[in-house]
């Protein structure tokens, strides 16, 4: 189901743990395999959850309570803007604003093309570089003035 | 408004860039953060002195107390005072965690810590395990920052390699196995207790306390749980004395506190200043308002706190107790700053949306409560208010604070309650007349 | 343990150290309002209903996981506590449907009653309320109106500790939590039916019994159960002739407040039109339905026939196990009347030898309730949680309390291997399976793991 390289990855994380506490690295696992597919298909829960001898509806519990794994297939990036309070404050909604005008779509949506799915943040923890954005749950970008946004958008293939 | 008129702070910075009085950033240049460098700061002295001299535990619990070093992650609870309620000759696993998962909004100083110091952190909680008879531990880090995660990660490599982690630490008999763990978007898991239970492969949500985590933590193991900042200060206490950090501070107050000040400044940032230094010195150092514009209101410890008035601002220290007698709290140093341009209703609905969408949803009242108050604000907001909206929002928020299992409703209760005491004018200019009080909008 | 000393509503009460003050009140009849408490399963405080006043605590503390201590007042019925439980229950109900008129729970509903007490005749929500899209889990239990969830838990709960498979879950947060299966999945556990009884509100009920009948127009006759070979006490519920729902009925040696599906549910077969329910005659290849004198005088003549040409000894009575004491004693009535002592109901035992050389009657050997509290059990040729259900239940809770005491994980292990390689290896410390279900040692200690959402207490 999952690449070895993947696996090798998990294991990693697994190995963090004491040995009866695999269901430990379930987020790790998560990240990792959702690295891998894009998103996170029932069958790939389903893998997970046999991997590391947890039931599968606690696997799903786990992908659905935190924000970053997708349920569903989302575009080839994900944009990921904070419009928290701090951010807001910075510009934060401005440059939201600016990519759904500049992709033609709103938040949880993903562009004609398949290229972009937009998303709104909560706190990432980096309000002193707002406006921020992630782009596919690993890269911060600071900074975004509309000027590196466009920048970003035609870097991102 | 536009974003950046500073130029953003890129490594390298120039000297003192978090400011003088710092301490834990002292001579940061943002590229300085691997081992040698580390080692060339005087890094890891601490931890060798008290291998090679076998110094006794308690004599580090003794000397935390005696720094007064609050918990810096929001709480603000004496760390001394916390590593003394391990069970002491427990023969069992004992676990140490890290909590990283900085995500109250405004908050953005163990970000840096981890990515520009991150061996601070370390020899920190090694010294904590030693202190506390403790032989793994792990770092849980906020899941967006993921470049600070792999870098900790890098960070950890160095310090096995070195024989500053693992086994046989400096050929002592002390071991420590320290691991770094990220979470995926979840600002409950900040919760001590809803992190254990992330940790521990699970939804993060906060567990009942007593028991507590001491006697109760990670897989039901005595487990002491502290801040990045908490435990970055930890190696100056022992180089210095837990006596010379209380001085750089205030009694009750020791050390320095790094503040994370966002918002309508020219410089957002952090800055590391002594505890009780004036606010309006700290907001000198971020640059002053921005556009030179007028302070009309603060969050002082980041978004769950209640905002305090830009003039009781200005005439307050920070620290712990003198934001307590301005009405509000530390917390995690996150200080939030908005000018008179802004609308207080839109500030507060941004914040109420943001509870609504963190809640755990175990609770009743904070499962069901944020997202009334969310929609009770967001009317009011839109021109659709009635009259008994502010009242209805003080009773429910009533309803929530202290009936929930962790802070989370009171997090949202709290904002709400003085947001409505200190603008209340401007709340009730929304339901009157259907339109904002002030000219631009957040 | 040590006592300790409370007072509740101003009644002294002694309770032994490391109870709740829900516990306390319990054994002096108070009454604290609650929805995701129950006495079985572990504790989650997440409902806030039971909310209570303790004196020098700051705010109102829960009841159920509030641990009692010396010289603790509580009050329960308070201005601070019923201003709180009233603030609960207002927020119970902002989502909630209030379809009570066209709810199967409508009667016998927790939110229900105490909304009667705690809830205001109006609602200050004026908002839209969320709706909870609907869930099909199988053939048993109807999701049908899961918007009706307060998320107390207790059947996600029920699935960890009790059924030791972990079906159920909540998934989401905040306030899109919902409680559903893994994606699609129907429930399989074979005491699923109790996770009906144990949601307090309409979210959950008996798709058997949809829309059958209200539970007030139901009499009651207590009965035995007859699948689960434990004797497990149960309620048949009846409307006019018809048989609408079993329940469990509390009894602690035995079923404690739980039925398996089987005995549960089986009470449809009654009702079945396949069911056979006047006598039939075979003739020439073909079934056809006759009098019951006709029927009578058929078999009469036919074991008349037998005795007169082959002699009574040909007669033989093989009786359902199943079947009551009293039946098994008419049947032995008639074929020693006929003049046979051919006459057994052990349908599936080959090997009699051990006839007239046992004294007494075969038994388990010890009160069924003493199987929680095991520190060893052989067991052989049983899948039990198939079989015997609650037994595996007990067994659950044996193997869980041998957790605390002993080392977790070399029992993990060795519970797998036991299991795997089937007496290749000396008797594991705790559990042991031998004969032709070796699953039966994983399945019962549960895959899905214990100890969920919330709340805990240390291990030991």
């Given at each position: 189901?999952?690449?070895?390289e993947?696996l ?9 743990f ?48 935190y ?22 404050l ?29 998303k709104?943040?909560?706190?990432m ?33 | ?6 130029t953003p ?8 860039a ?16 691997r081992?040698?460098?580390?080692l060339?700061?005087g ?19 003794a000397e935390?107390k ?48 981890l990515r ?9 909680m ?16 906020h ?34 196995q ?23 492969g699970?939804?993060g949500?906060?567990r009942?306390?007593?028991?507590f ?24 206490i ?22 994370s ?17 004036p ?11 921005r ?20 003039d ?15 009405g ?5 140093g ?23 969408e963190?809640?755990?949803g175990?609770c ?8 009334w ?14 009259n ?52 631009v909008?957040? | 343990m ?30 604290i ?17 039971c ?7 700051p ?8 641990p ?22 207002e ?8 379809d ?5 729970q409508g009667g ?6 105490l ?8 609602s ?5 309320k969320r709706?909870v ?46 409680i ?31 829309y ?6 139901l009499a009651r006759?207590?009965?035995i ?17 018809r048989?609408m729902r ?23 077969g ?26 009578l005088?058929?078999?009469a003549?036919?074991?008349a ?16 196990p ?5 039946e ?18 052990r ?17 388990l ?24 259900p ?30 795997a ?18 699953r ?5 200690e549960?895959?899905?793991r ?7 207490h240390?291990?030991?």
């Open positions: 189901m999952l690449s070895p993947a090798k990855k998990i294991d990693r994380e697994v190995a963090k004491p040995p009866d506490q695999k269901q430990s690295a379930v987020m790790a696992a998560l990240a990792v395999a959702q690295d891998e597919k894009g998103w996170l298909p029932t069958e790939t829960m389903d893998f997970v959850a046999a991997y590391l001898g947890m039931a599968p509806i606690a696997v799903y519990e786990v992908a659905s309570f924000a970053m794994y997708n349920l569903k297939p989302v575009g080839r990036h994900k944009l990921t803007v904070c419009t928290n309070l701090p951010c807001a910075s510009g934060g909604t401005h440059a939201a604003a600016h990519l759904q005008n500049r992709l033609g779509i709103g938040f949880n949506e993903t562009t004609a093309d398949g290229r972009f799915t937009l709104e943040g909560e706190c923890g980096a309000c002193g570089d707002a406006p921020v954005l992630l782009v596919d749950n690993k890269r911060m970008c600071s900074w975004m003035s509309n000027d590196k946004l466009d920048k970003l958008l035609d870097d991102l293939k | 408004m536009s974003a950046a008129t500073f702070m890129t490594p390298p910075f120039a000297p003192g978090y400011g003088p009085d710092a301490q834990i950033m002292k001579d940061i240049d943002g590229l300085n953060w081992l040698a460098d580390y060339k700061r890094g890891y002295d601490g931890l060798k002195k008290i291998l090679a001299e076998n110094v006794p535990p308690e004599k580090i619990i935390m005696t720094s007064a070093l609050r918990g810096r992650g929001g709480a603000g609870f004496p760390a001394g005072l916390k590593w003394s309620f391990m069970p002491k000759g427990y023969t069992g696993q004992k676990y140490l965690v890290c909590n990283s998962d900085e995500g109250e909004p405004g908050t953005f100083k163990d970000r840096d810590i520009y110091n991150p061996h601070s952190v370390i020899e920190g090694a010294i904590a395990a030693y202190a506390m008879g403790i032989t793994v531990g792990y770092n849980y880090i899941g967006e920052i993921w470049d600070t995660y792999e870098r900790f990660e890098e960070a950890l490599d160095e310090a096995r390699a070195a024989g500053y982690l693992g086994d046989r630490i400096q050929g002592s008999d002390f071991s420590f320290l691991h770094a763990f990220h979470g995926y978007g979840a600002y409950i898991c900040g919760e001590e207790t809803a992190l254990l239970e992330s940790m521990e699970k939804k949500q906060p009942f306390k007593p028991p985590p001491a006697s109760f933590g990670l897989y039901g193991k005595p487990t002491t749980i502290n801040n990045t900042e908490t435990f970055a200060a930890v190696p100056w022992i180089n210095h004395g837990g006596e010379a950090y209380l001085r750089l501070g205030k009694p009750n107050n020791g050390g320095t506190k790094i503040f000040v966002s918002g309508d400044v020219e410089r957002p940032g952090n800055y590391e200043v002594n505890m009780g230094t606010f309006a010195k700290l907001l000198e150092m971020a640059g002053g308002m556009g030179g514009r007028k302070l009309k209101g603060c969050i002082p410890g980041g978004s769950s706190m209640p905002v305090v008035p830009g009781i601002m200005m005439e307050c220290d920070m620290d712990y107790d003198s934001i307590a007698k301005a509000s709290m530390l917390g995690s996150a200080v939030i700053i908005m000018d008179d341009t802004r609308c207080m209703v839109k500030s507060l609905l941004r914040l109420a949306y943001f509870y609504y963190e809640s755990c175990q009743t009242p904070c499962r069901e409560g944020t997202g108050l969310y929609r009770v604000i967001n009317r009011i907001e839109h021109g659709e208010g009635r008994e909206d502010l009242d209805l929002l003080n009773s429910l928020a009533d309803n929530i604070q202290g009936r929930t299992i962790c802070a989370l409703g009171d997090a949202a209760a709290m904002p709400v309650r003085a947001f409505i005491k200190h603008y209340r004018d401007e709340f009730q200019h929304h339901i009157d007349h259907k339109r904002c009080l002030v000219p909008y957040v | 040590a006592q300790i000393n409370i007072e509740i509503d101003g009644k002294a009460v002694q309770v032994p150290a490391g109870q709740t003050v829900m516990d306390a009140a319990n054994q002096i009849g108070v009454y309002p609650h929805f995701c408490y129950h006495k079985k399963l572990s504790i989650a405080a997440n409902c806030r209903m909310l209570v006043q303790i004196e020098k605590a705010k109102p503390m829960p009841a159920c996981a509030t009692v201590a010396e010289g603790m007042k509580v009050q329960t019925h308070s201005e601070q506590a019923v201003t709180a439980q009233k603030g609960v229950m927020f119970l109900l902002i989502n909630h449907p209030l009570c008129p066209i709810c199967d016998e509903c927790q939110l229900q009653d909304a009667v007490g705690y809830g205001a005749s109006a200050r929500y004026q908002e839209d709706v899209f609907h869930k099909n889990v199988g053939p048993l239990i109807s999701m049908e109106e899961m918007t009706r969830c307060i998320h107390c838990t207790r059947c996600v709960r029920f699935g960890q500790e009790i059924a030791g498979i972990m079906e159920l879950g909540m998934s989401g947060r905040g306030e899109h939590a919902e559903q299966s893994f994606v699609g999945r129907t429930v399989d556990s074979e005491l699923s039916g109790n996770m009906i009884d144990l949601c307090p509100v309409g979210a959950l009920t008996s798709k058997p019994f949809r059958q009948a209200r539970t007030w127009e006759r207590k009965s159960a007859p699948h689960d070979s434990l004797g497990s006490n149960l309620v048949v519920q009846v409307k006019g002739e048989v079993v329940l469990p009925l509390e009894n602690e040696a035995l079923n404690e407040c739980w039925l398996s599906d089987k005995d549960r549910f089986s009470y449809e009654l009702n079945s039109p396949d069911r056979l329910t006047a006598p039939m005659l075979k003739q020439g290849g073909e079934w056809k339905e006759v009098d019951w004198q006709t029927a005088r058929y078999v003549e036919g074991l026939g037998i005795t007169k040409e082959h002699g009574a000894d040909a007669i033989a009575a093989l009786v359902s199943h079947s009551t004491l009293e098994m004693a008419l049947a032995a009535q008639l074929v020693r009347g006929l003049g046979s002592d051919n006459v057994d109901f349908l599936r035992q080959t090997d009699f030898r051990a006839d007239g050389k046992r004294r007494g009657a075969p038994w050997g010890m009160p069924v309730a003493d199987l929680n509290s095991l520190d060893r059990i052989l067991v052989v040729g049983s899948f039990l949680r198939k079989d015997h609650l037994v595996a239940a007990r067994l659950r809770q044996a193997v869980k309390k041998g957790r605390g005491t002993q080392h977790r994980p070399r029992h993990r292990r060795r519970l797998a291997d036991a299991g390689r089937q007496g290749n290896r000396r008797p594991g410390p705790l559990w042991r399976s031998a004969g032709r279900h070796p039966g040692a994983r399945e019962v549960g895959r899905g214990a100890g969920g959402a919330g709340g805990g240390a291990d030991g």
